[in-house]
T-cell receptor, first 116, second 111 residues
Framework: EPEVTQTPSHQVTQMGQEVILRCVPISNHLYFYWYRQILGQKVEFLVSFYNNEISEKSEIFDDQFSVERPDGSNFTLKIRSTKLEDSAMYFC??????????????FGPGTRLTVL | LAKTTQPISMDSYEGQEVNITCSHNNIATNDYITWYQQFPSQGPRFIIQGYKTKVTNEVASLFIPADRKSSTLSLPRVSLSDTAVYYCLVGLNNAGNMLTFGGGTRLMVKP
């Protein structure tokens, strides 16, 4: 069964450093998302991406964040200058275009980001 | 977005049926009701979705009354591996829509 993959599984960085989280969505999916979950809290939407541009973003997704689909398979989230409060589990998800059935989002296993 | 309310936690025993109810009093006409499951340190996973009445798949059933102001996820004969957080989400069924997760219901299945 196809699945979303994410690398690395755990990233430790110093405050102020840039990090890039990588995701490989399911190959025939067209919509891509990033969510985050701070330990013990809710899953929060960050951004959705379609046709090589951002379609929706939350208040969390400020100028420190950016997304990119550098090639036909990868989808990345960059945090330019990490802060302590960016420490969280970051989930990538993807979904197909709707064909009448529910547009289920498939989540990856997550990258745990720890900012020291 | 319709606000959802569900119990913070529930306990059950192996082999029992578990019913988790979600309230969504201000659900809109075009909203669908969707349930996701999340195991510790994993991403959420889609379980089931419905618009009205009853939907059943190989994992669960979803009961939605006529007024659609609530829904009940039913897990038949749970096992230890069903211990997870279950989220009720209400919203449009459009491609690219963000998912808005609440606090979910933490289900603990005991032997």
């Amino acid at each position: 069964e196809p699945e979303v993959t994410q690398t690395p599984s755990h990233q430790v960085t110093q405050m102020g450093q840039e990090v890039i989280l990588r995701c490989v969505p399911i190959s025939n999916h067209l919509y891509f998302y990033w969510y985050r979950q701070i330990l013990g809290q809710k899953v929060e939407f960050l951004v959705s991406f379609y046709n090589n541009e951002i379609s929706e973003k939350s208040e969390i997704f400020d100028d420190q964040f950016s997304v990119e689909r550098p090639d036909g398979s990868n989808f990345t989230l960059k945090i330019r200058s990490t802060k302590l409060e960016d420490s969280a589990m970051y989930f990538c998800a993807s979904s197909k275009a709707p064909t009448g059935a529910y547009n289920e989002q498939f989540f990856g296993p997550g990258t745990r980001l720890t900012v020291l | 977005l319709a606000k959802t309310t569900q119990p913070i936690s529930m306990d059950s025993y192996e082999g029992q049926e578990v019913n988790i109810t979600c309230s969504h009093n201000n659900i809109a006409t075009n909203d669908y009701i969707t349930w996701y499951q999340q195991f510790p340190s994993q991403g959420p996973r889609f379980i089931i979705q419905g618009y009205k009445t009853k939907v059943t798949n190989e994992v669960a059933s979803l009961f939605i009354p006529a007024d659609r102001k609530s829904s009940t996820l039913s897990l038949p004969r749970v096992s230890l591996s069903d211990t997870a957080v279950y989220y009720c989400l209400v919203g449009l069924n459009n491609a690219g829509n963000m998912l808005t997760f609440g606090g979910g219901t933490r289900l603990m299945v005991k032997p």
